[in-house]
């Protein structure tokens, strides 16, 4: 065992506390994920972590707590992309974009002036990449607050929402109201992302809404199972990760190791490029036994944009 | 100072032009994941000791690769955020490895354009020219898949191929681009001014060059009020592009509300932002339903 685990990681106390805030944004990440995937929102969810990096860099300017310019700037943003309110995918993502391209200048400016007035030098790279070893103190508790708020609006939508992001005309034959869901769906997302996103850092927080959900929904066509089986693998890349993150610093003579980020983000991308290559086969081979159809129906390159 | 000038001034002719295809194709996202991925390899290049255009380059072009094939089979947006962040974190990676890095991230994101050397300038003048004449020969069938992906298939157009070329060109756009306006801004270029130019003309010839003009003007306004104020250039770029885009669509919508028939309903296809003739579907899904 020696070799797999380095010596300490089970008694150290960042380990511990990277273990559990890791697995918490992973289990919201993953839950929410599983619906912006079959939303076909990835970019929304991407941009949502620039905007409260946006609120993140604000916040240092104007001195209040960095959570609360995060969870602002990401609930801003979309509230923004909802307003501007372009229904089918290709328009949405122009106004995402837009959205995205005036948050990351307005950012700009922010962290132009957190560094000539207050020279962090730190602030660019802490808030672009954060550190799951390093959260803020006091920041345990209400990440948790968040992230439960965050689950509580998915699973008390849980039916409308599934609905409305399968078919948003079916669901509004039936009387749900459409765009309300989605105005929720966006504050659930918001709020995961910023929780995410200050707790370990933008690119993670994309990667685990994105990188655990849609590898299960290749492996299930089940909405119930592919939640349950997004939170597992989202939590296990995130713990491997932080194994092989501590590990690293073994590995290196001057004794840093790589980031966190890196190998969580390594064993996610991993993970899906072996779902899509083994979902590939079997789909090619069951369209190639005469067995076309619904599985096959979401992977018309067309049908997805 | 006379080098920022010329340097942006090219930078705003290509992300007129590429922008354009960007917008129509609905590329969005690759628009702001490829120049993302390519700061990664900028970071590659200066811990390996190579030069960042070097860097950008592979980088910008491995990530086009990457979207392109991911994204043949399963969903583009999946895979362009999975790239995404497999490029991202292989760039933290990089910049673990190096020391005093950080005053050249933030120029490397957010854009350094006042201080360009004339060397700096060929190669971004040679992708220049070679992401031109890349839209030039592809001019048709790129419109056509862009616009009619079914008839494009039918005269045989293949759109996969093109999906990938264009990925191509935009990278190189985006390689050369970078240094001077900075990974996360090159974006906003690409997506405003061309969105309102689109919202303001139907044609794609006119919709081209309004779309490069607006870019033309954003860009020198932005420099301008950089140099006056000594703030940085991407939060201006970022704020005039939506600008831009807020009143092409403002435009739109007030024209559309005056001639309740379209006058040319030829080139606009579902996707153009507030688009005067929306198919049933849409238009049934936009009605306002009562809560």
């Known amino acids: 065992m020696g070799w797999l685990i380095e010596p300490g990681f089970f008694a150290s106390a960042q380990v511990h506390t990277a273990l559990v805030i890791g697995a918490a944004a992973a289990l919201v990440s993953a839950v929410v994920g599983v619906f912006t995937v079959i939303r076909g929102q990835s970019f929304g969810g991407h941009a949502l972590t620039d905007a409260s990096a946006t609120g993140g860099s604000g916040s240092l300017l104007a001195g209040v707590n960095p959570l609360l310019g995060f969870v602002v700037g990401a609930v801003t943003a979309a509230g923004a992309m909802e307003a501007i309110g372009v229904r089918h995918a290709r328009g949405r993502d122009l106004a995402t974009g837009i959205v995205l391209g005036a948050s990351i200048g307005l950012a700009s400016l922010f962290l132009y002036l957190d560094t000539t007035a207050t020279a962090t030098t730190g602030a660019t790279q802490q808030i672009l990449f954060g550190s799951i070893f390093a959260p803020a103190p006091g920041t345990v508790p209400i990440v948790a607050g968040f992230g439960a708020a965050s689950l509580a609006i998915i699973l008390a939508l849980y039916r409308p929402l599934l609905l409305t992001s399968i078919s948003g005309d079916l669901a509004a034959a039936r009387g749900v109201p459409v765009r309300l869901v989605g105005l929720a769906y966006m504050l659930a997302l918001a709020l995961a992302v910023a929780l995410s996103s200050l707790a370990i850092g933008a690119i993670l927080s994309t990667a685990l809404l994105i990188g655990p959900p849609a590898t299960a929904l290749h492996a299930t066509r089940r909405a119930g199972r592919a939640l349950i089986g997004a939170a597992g693998l989202g939590i296990a890349c995130t713990w491997i990760g932080v194994l092989l993150a501590y590990d690293s610093a073994h590995w290196f003579s001057d004794g840093n190791g790589l980031p966190v980020s890196f190998f969580i983000v390594a064993v996610i991308f991993l993970a899906y490029l072996i779902s899509d290559l083994t979902t590939h086969r079997a789909t090619r081979r069951s369209t190639a036994a005469g067995r076309t159809g619904a599985l096959v129906g979401d992977r018309d390159p067309r049908a997805a944009r | ?291």
């Open chain 2, 1 to 291: 100072m006379q080098n920022a000038w010329i340097v942006a001034t090219m930078v705003a002719v290509i992300a007129g032009v590429v922008g354009f295809f960007v917008v129509l194709r609905g590329s969005a996202f690759p628009a702001h994941a490829i120049p993302n991925g390519a700061f990664a390899g900028a970071a590659g290049a200066v811990l390996v000791g190579v030069s960042s255009l070097l860097g950008l380059g592979v980088f910008a072009v491995l990530s086009a690769l990457g979207i392109g094939s991911l994204g043949r089979r399963g969903r583009h947006d999946v895979a362009t955020a999975l790239a995404l962040v497999a490029m991202l974190a292989c760039g933290a990676a990089f910049l673990s490895r190096t020391t005093e890095y950080a005053p050249e991230i933030f120029s490397l994101l957010f854009g350094e354009v006042l201080g360009v050397s004339t060397t700096e300038l060929l190669p971004v003048a040679g992708l220049g020219a070679a992401c031109l004449l890349a839209v030039a020969v592809l001019y048709r069938p790129l419109l056509l898949s862009s616009v009619m992906p079914e008839i494009a298939e039918a005269k045989g157009v293949r759109s996969d191929r093109i999906e990938i070329a264009f990925l191509i060109v935009l990278a190189l756009a985006t390689a050369m681009t970078v240094p001077v306006v900075g990974a996360l801004l090159i974006f906003s270029l690409m997506i405003g001014p061309p969105a309102a130019a689109r919202a303001l003309t139907p044609r794609p010839g006119a919709a081209i060059a309004l779309s490069v003009a607006l870019a033309l003007i954003t860009v020198w306004a932005a420099i301008a009020l950089s140099y006056q104020t000594n703030w940085p250039i991407g939060f201006f770029v970022g704020t005039i592009s939506a600008l831009a885009y807020g009143l092409g669509r403002g435009w739109n919508a007030a024209r559309t509300h005056h001639h309740q028939l379209p006058h040319s309903a030829t080139f606009t296809d579902a996707s153009s932002p507030g688009s005067p003739a929306p198919p049933l579907g849409q238009r049934r899904q936009k009605r306002r339903r009562p809560i």
